[in-house]
């Protein structure tokens, strides 16, 4: 089993960047698939991206694609989300999730066991 606690969100202007963190505890970090969602009130949990084990391989949602981009470190067991160009409609809770049984970077949620407690994102315009 794997922990995962995000960070790094808060309040940014509109044209703004900010990263996301997300770290992670327990079992081996590198066996994991990890992805980030988001979810708005009043909306389904949505796909940001998601990232292989060694990160050689990357999806990204075609909302923020050009715009996000995930990476991870193994070493410090954290995976990250660069967000770009943020726009009022990023606004979100953020969650952190991982998978374990295949190599497959999935973009349905429901491919994925393991989650944070999520960081919340709002952008002004």
């Known amino acids: 089993q794997v922990q995962l606690v995000e960070s790094g969100g808060g309040l940014v202007q509109a044209g703004g960047s900010l990263r996301l963190s997300c770290a992670a505890s327990g079992r081996t970090f590198s066996r994991y698939i990890m992805g980030w969602f988001r979810q708005a009130p009043g909306k389904e949990r949505e796909f940001v991206g998601g990232?292989?084990?060694?990160?050689?391989?990357?999806n990204i949602g075609d909302s923020v694609k050009g715009r996000f981009t995930i990476s991870r470190d193994n070493a410090k067991n954290t995976v990250y989300l660069q967000m770009n160009s943020l726009k009022p409609e990023d606004t979100a809770v953020y969650y952190c999730a991982a998978r374990d049984g295949d190599s497959y970077v999935s973009k349905s949620r429901n491919d994925y066991a393991y989650w944070g407690q999520g960081t919340q994102l709002t952008v002004s315009s």
């Open positions: 990232i292989s084990w060694s990160g050689d391989r990357a």
